[in-house]
T-cell receptor, first 111, second 115 residues
Framework: LAKTTQPISMDSYEGQEVNITCSHN???????ITWYQQFPSQGPRFIIQ???TKVTNEVASLFIPADRKSSTLSLPRVSLSDTAVYYC????????????FGTGTRLTVIP | KAGVTQTPRYLIKTRGQQVTLSCSPI?????VSWYQQTPGQGLQFLFE???????NKGNFPGRFSGRQFSNSRSEMNVSTLELGDSALYLC??????????????FGEGSRLTVL
């Protein structure tokens, strides 16, 4: 079964760049890596999705190495409102078409 | 454009009962997936439906079932409730024919407490 591992928590000061890494050793060959943000009492919200190399949108960048066994979400210049839990989402390579969320990283932005 | 709507938002059941949760996807979205979120196990995938067919299923016992109607609305049912079924149940909808591509739009969830 796929195993996705993330750091449990991270602290950062406002204005800094934050990098959160997800390890996914058994990702399916043709599957995408997606990151979500979740605030308390809300459903997760899409941040970014990628398949390989680098993807950038208006809120984040996603770096994926050639072996695709990990991915790094980069949040530039975080603010207090970025305090949330961040999840990566990948699929299992066994063919069960199972979707696996990472364990989640609780990011706390400090003033 | 209305978001994903889940009902009820909160409910309390006792062990052995069954529960049905409802999800109305964003208009035009044909894929609906369900997730269980608990403090101990995190976010776990239950199943996904596309055009009334279950396309993918996670590793949950048969007590957990679902269905999708022709208007894309979906329901999930949990029978013979156990204390460990207490969780936030999240529904997400998507336009994508291929699962795990594109953006999942989540509802706010249904919080189930089993006593």
């Amino acid at each position: 079964l796929a195993k996705t591992t993330q750091p449990i928590s991270m602290d950062s000061y406002e204005g800094q760049e934050v990098n959160i890494t997800c390890s996914h050793n058994n990702i399916a060959t043709n599957d995408y890596i997606t990151w979500y943000q979740q605030f308390p009492s809300q459903g997760p919200r899409f941040i970014i999705q990628g398949y390989k190399t680098k993807v950038t949108n208006e809120v984040a960048s996603l770096f994926i190495p050639a072996d695709r066994k990990s991915s790094t979400l980069s949040l530039p210049r975080v603010s207090l409102s970025d305090t949330a839990v961040y999840y990566c989402l990948v699929s299992d390579q066994t063919g069960a078409n199972n979707l696996f969320f990472g364990t989640g990283t609780r990011l706390t932005v400090i003033p | 454009k209305a978001g994903v709507t889940q009902t009820p938002r909160y409910l309390i059941k006792t062990r052995g009962q069954q529960v049905t949760l409802s999800c109305s996807p964003i208009s035009g979205h044909r894929s609906v997936s369900w997730y269980q979120q608990t403090p101990g196990q995190g976010l776990q995938f239950l199943f996904e439906y596309f055009s009334e067919t279950q396309r993918n299923k996670g590793n949950f016992p048969g007590r957990f079932s679902g269905r999708q109607f022709s208007n894309s609305r979906s329901e999930m049912n949990v029978s013979t409730l156990e204390l460990g079924d207490s969780a936030l149940y999240l529904c997400a909808s998507s336009t994508q024919r291929e699962y795990n591509t594109g953006e999942l739009f989540f509802g706010e969830g249904s919080r189930l407490t089993v006593l």
